[in-house]
């Protein structure tokens, strides 16, 4: 198997991250070195393997549905790149 | 007393207990020698002034029943610290300044600590040499350019520095046991869901654990001891008894069965490594435990399983850096162009090689040929431990597969660094708890690291081991001071 840059170019945008020529063949080689060292899992037979999702087996506790922090307005928007008193700026998405 | 970084936390506690020292004198002490330290890059970012002023008023008002009173601590930068900057080692969180508290750095402060500062780490904790961070190299104390290993890679030097007593870093596929065998120092992953992920800045969410890093195993089992909590702000936090780790710690481990797994003893693996295994095996059985050997059949599909599991799950992690909501922000046409543009510039060259394998290991047509052969195989990785401790009570392993190496000497192949995790990576896929202990030292002086794995919950066991294992190995770590002028 190979990815090639057309691959490179659909995962980027999947990624949302932007990549030019010469990024996305350095990315090409590296994924492909990288994949052809994830293949040998190839090797294993799996077929009748239940997939591991956890591994701590035990059952999520339910807890009561309670508001526990009141008033965080201003510290939801402290961090933020562009705001306006209480709401996140971004750039222009409707015409 | 003019030799105060040098002692042992356990030391510093006692001392500060019985009125020997205060606060303020012990976080001088270190703050000092941290400013005359800078070379080795250890920190992030330097929280000393606040510091002095919570070691004064400890002082004023000392509460010695507290388990670390008044003893200064700088963390890993990837645990959030409430109005103290995190950035994770990435430009992305540059200027990033957190309005809560990880609970694992609050069960600190709870018990007495003071934040010293926030140390380096490889960008997002992606990495095995702390050279991905956007803070630049650190420097091993060990020696000159040499990597501290990674990512806990500040902490490892901050600790074997001793620009902080004791330290906490964070474990996906070795980032705590590595960078301790690299710089001489006691690391231990704890089981997962020993320790709350809340507030820790997230990687692989089925693998990340904190843990304790320092410079004897006692020392890091007070640190776990503190540490450990169920929280339920995570859901994977794990209600069970946890022990006084430093109070239960003993060295009688007669008649204990470790495993000698013989899938460790790798291709091309240096002979000093195999020598150093096979001291350890002696010191295991001067101890008066038996040793066996077992079989761990699937151990070398696990890095393989890691790179799916590990970028699969920070691809999704990692989805929430846009630029809006808080971090880094690049100019965009659009908001997709802004999206992009963010991203790319935001994250570094292995966090986007990450990004991109997840985001491809998971995208239609390939979830699964990749991901769920990789949930797959973990299962066999997970059973061979299982079936393993049916017959011994803890393994026995080499932390790593070399010593440090020399800056730059892996960058620019990404399998060969990755390879560095090849003994720990499997313990973080099965959820178990592992330490590495300083052993032994290599040709050129540098140190070398064994590694005891436990059976979940088990951390009081692989304590006593490295315990008695110390006792016996009488490790001296050879640090010069070579950067301080």
Redesign the interface.
């Known amino acids: 198997m190979s990815?090639d840059l057309k691959?490179?170019k659909h995962?980027?945008k999947?990624?949302?991250?932007?990549?030019d020529e010469k990024k996305a063949e350095k990315?090409a080689v590296?994924?492909n070195?990288?994949?052809e060292?994830?293949?040998?899992?190839?090797?294993?037979k799996?077929d009748n393997?239940?997939?591991?999702?956890?591994?701590?087996e035990?059952t999520?506790?339910l807890?009561p549905d309670e508001v526990k922090s009141k008033n965080?307005r201003e510290?939801?928007v402290?961090?933020?790149?562009?705001d306006n008193e209480d709401y996140?700026v971004?750039?222009?998405?409707i015409e | 007393m003019s030799d105060i970084t040098k002692q042992s936390l356990t030391e510093l506690v006692e001392n500060i207990k019985d009125k020997k020292l205060s606060s303020t004198e012990v976080t001088k002490a270190f703050i000092d020698r941290s400013e005359k330290s800078k070379e080795l890059n250890a920190y992030i970012t330097e929280d000393f002034t606040s510091a002095l002023n919570k070691a004064k008023k400890f002082d004023q008002k000392p509460n010695l029943d507290l388990k670390l009173p008044g003893v200064p601590i700088a963390v890993k930068d990837l645990f959030c610290t409430k109005d103290v900057k995190t950035t994770a080692g990435s430009k992305i969180l540059n200027?990033?300044?957190p309005?809560y508290e990880s609970t694992v750095t609050d069960n600190i402060w709870k018990e007495g600590s003071i934040l010293l500062g926030k140390l380096n780490c490889d960008e997002f904790a992606m990495g095995s040499s702390n050279e991905t961070s956007f803070f630049g190299n650190v420097q091993n104390p060990i020696d000159k350019d040499l990597v501290p290993g990674g990512s806990s890679g500040g902490s490892a030097s901050a600790v074997a520095g001793q620009l902080t007593p004791i330290t906490i870093g964070t474990d996906t596929g070795g980032s705590i046991r590595q960078p301790a065998s690299f710089t001489g120092t006691v690391g231990l992953k704890p089981t997962?869901?020993s320790c709350s992920r809340y507030g820790i800045v997230a990687f692989a969410s089925?693998l990340d654990q904190a843990g304790p890093m320092a410079q004897n195993v006692k020392d890091c089992a007070l640190l776990q001891e503190v540490i450990s909590s169920y929280d339920?702000k995570d859901?994977?936090s794990?209600d069970f008894k946890r022990n006084q780790y430093s109070k239960e710690l003993t060295n009688n481990i007669k008649g204990k069965k470790i495993g000698i797994p013989k899938e460790y003893r790798v291709d091309g693996m240096p002979k000093e490594i195999e020598d150093l295994w096979q001291k350890g095996i002696q010191y295991v059985k001067d101890c008066g435990a038996e040793t066996i050997d077992i079989s761990l059949p699937?151990t070398?599909?696990a890095?393989?399983?890691y790179?799916?599991v590990a970028p699969a799950e920070a691809?999704s992690n990692l989805?929430r850096y846009?630029?809006?909501?808080?971090?880094?922000?690049a100019k965009?046409?659009?908001?997709?162009?802004?999206?992009?543009?963010t991203?790319?510039e935001g994250?570094g060259a292995e966090v986007?090689?990450r990004?991109?394998?997840g985001?491809?290991v998971l995208?239609s047509g390939y979830y699964d040929a990749?991901y769920?052969?990789?949930?797959?195989?973990?299962?066999?990785i997970?059973n061979d431990f299982d079936e393993a401790y049916k017959k011994v009570d803890a393994i026995l392993t080499p932390s790593t597969p070399s010593s440090a190496f020399k800056i730059g000497e892996k960058t620019n192949?990404?399998?060969s660094m990755?390879l560095n995790d090849i003994f720990t990576v499997p313990v973080n896929?099965?959820?178990l708890p592992g330490i590495s202990i300083p052993a032994g030292h290599d040709s050129r002086g540098y140190p070398l690291g064994l590694q005891i794995i436990g059976k979940?919950f088990d951390e009081q066991n692989i304590l006593n081991i490295a315990y008695a294992m110390e006792e016996k190995i009488n490790f001296k770590n050879k640090i010069t001071d070579w950067w301080i002028k």
């Open positions: 990815i691959t490179i995962i980027s999947l990624s949302r991250i932007s990549v990315l590296d994924l070195s990288i994949f060292f994830i293949e040998k899992l190839n090797e294993l799996t393997v239940k997939p591991l999702t956890s591994v701590a035990t999520l506790k807890r965080i510290q939801i402290k961090n933020s790149p562009q996140f971004v750039p222009k998405v | 200027n990033f300044v309005t997962y869901g089925s339920p859901s994977t794990i699937h070398s599909y890095l393989p399983t790179y799916i691809s989805a846009d630029g809006v909501k808080y971090g880094f922000r965009g046409e659009n908001l997709i162009d802004m999206y992009e543009k991203r790319s994250f986007q090689r990004i991109m394998i985001t491809y995208s990749y769920l052969k990789a949930q797959k195989v973990r299962k066999l997970k192949d990404p399998v990755y896929l099965a959820g979940a």
